[in-house]
């Protein structure tokens, strides 16, 4: 066996040029494919992170302005959500496991003193939480007995709470003062958290029974919340949001056509339409590698029927003075092996080592969520590395069996006068 590979590489260092180039072919087609495969995992990375604040399975309703008249209502009026619209839809939408009031107020503070922090006020119910990726690092979230007793509480982001709080300093169960159109009224801390998302150090979260008492007398809320999981397909997502529409262009009194009346936010949908983006984009990555890699193999069997030829007359002799079938075939295919292995091996360390560094620059820990990337975390998983460079390994098997073969079928006494 060593003299088997001392002979193959004494053959490819006699032929450098030739065996650097066909090298190149297969080094550059896995390096490609593993750096493409990396960069759109990165793109998919970032598409997730920016869909990570709320549940993907999410409809979001806002109010908005009729843009046409419609059974006595004018044009250019509002249309307003109250909670009375929550338990309307409740009853209404069966398929529905959550529908849950959203009401934010913008320009409100929190902080101690005269040391107040800007945030927006969100006045949720407890369902808010399984809609979203909040994380609780300490104490609790918003409760039941919160919404019953129209409890003044509030949970703060961690960012928030160093803010205000000196550090080593556990803010669960002190209280902050939250100030909201000239009203300060003292809250207690009830729980930490982090989420990813926009804004998310600047959200304090409150019982939506609480604001609307104190700061919401009129009732009115900004959205609506409505978590549903059966839904397979964009053509599901685009049927259950005009059917929120229509149910609420009844209650409300806007043509179902309007557009303008409601603000419908279908995640469902956008989620799903970025899923089948990303799947197109993993799909023509693969094509491209396995391209690259198709054409390193092509060249593997062109160097190998050139060898097969240059060698004739050795070959030739080879079988005159006994060498068997199978030694010739395993010559031919463990050179075509080496080549393959060794610049393969080649190209997956290289592409891997750009994804290293690549990570490196645009690693998730400095994601911002209030200017969402488009690049994040481009990691590529080591065994779809490795089986890539195991496939392109058996191809260039494929590729040298058929000059080995040719070189098997010649007759000495023909090689011998070959010139």
């Known amino acids: 066996m060593k003299d088997l590979f001392e002979e193959i590489f004494m053959a490819m260092r006699m032929n450098k040029m030739r065996t650097a180039l066909t090298g190149f072919a297969i080094a550059w087609g896995i390096f490609m494919l593993v750096v493409l495969l990396a960069c759109s995992n990165g793109v998919k990375n970032a598409m997730q992170l920016n869909f990570s604040s709320m549940s993907q399975n999410t409809v979001r309703v806002y109010g908005g ?42 320009g409100a503070s929190v902080g101690m003193g005269s040391t107040q922090y800007q945030v ?23 409760n039941e007995l919160d919404m019953r007793d129209r409890r003044k509480v509030t949970v703060l982001h961690r960012q928030t709470a ?44 409150v019982p939506f029974s609480t604001e609307q008492t104190i700061y919401r007398p009129s009732g ?103 060498a068997t079938p199978g030694s010739i075939l395993s010559l031919v295919l463990m050179e075509s092996l080496c080549i393959t292995a060794m610049f393969g091996y080649i190209g997956m360390l290289l592409g891997i080592g750009v994804s290293e560094l690549l990570c490196r620059k645009f690693p998730e820990a400095a994601y911002d969520p209030s200017s969402p990337s488009m690049f994040v975390n481009p990691s590529v998983d080591i065994g779809t590395v490795v089986a890539a460079t195991l496939v392109l390994v058996v191809a260039g098997l494929l590729a040298g069996y058929f000059p080995a073969r040719k070189a098997v079928m010649i007759k000495p006494i023909e090689a011998m006068n070959a010139k």
């Not at 927006?120 to 918003?142: C, K, N």
């Not at 159109?181 to 600047?202: C, E, H, K, N, W």
């Not at 391209?291 to 005159?320: P, W």
């Open 120 to 142: 927006s006020l969100y006045a949720v119910e407890p369902d808010f939480s399984t809609l979203s990726s909040i994380e609780i690092l300490s104490g609790r979230f918003i």
């Open 220 to 322: 009115e809320i900004n959205a609506i919340d409505i978590l549903i999981n059966n839904i397979k397909d964009e053509e599901g997502a685009e049927a259950f949001a005009e059917k929120v529409r229509g149910l609420l262009s009844r209650r409300l009194i806007f043509d179902p056509a309007d557009q303008g009346a409601i603000w419908i936010h279908n995640r469902i949908d956008q989620y799903m339409q970025t899923q089948n983006v990303m799947g197109g984009i993993t799909t023509f990555v693969w094509i491209i590698g396995f391209g690259m890699l198709i054409a390193g193999v092509v060249g593997v069997s062109n160097i190998m029927l050139i060898t097969v030829k240059e060698r004739t007359r050795e070959i030739g002799i080879r079988k005159a003075i006994g």
């Open 65 to 106: 302005w009729r843009s046409l008249p419609y059974k006595g209502m004018k044009k250019n009026t509002w249309v307003g959500l109250r909670y009375g619209d929550v338990e309307f839809l409740r009853a209404a939408l069966p398929e529905a496991e959550i529908v849950t009031p959203n009401d934010g107020l913008w």
């Open 162 to 205: 160093a803010k205000i709080f000196p550090a080593g300093t556990d803010p669960v169960g002190k209280f902050v003062n939250v100030t909201y159109d000239s009203i300060t009224i003292p809250f207690q801390v009830v729980g930490l958290y982090d989420m990813a998302g926009m804004d998310r150090y600047q959200t304090a979260y």
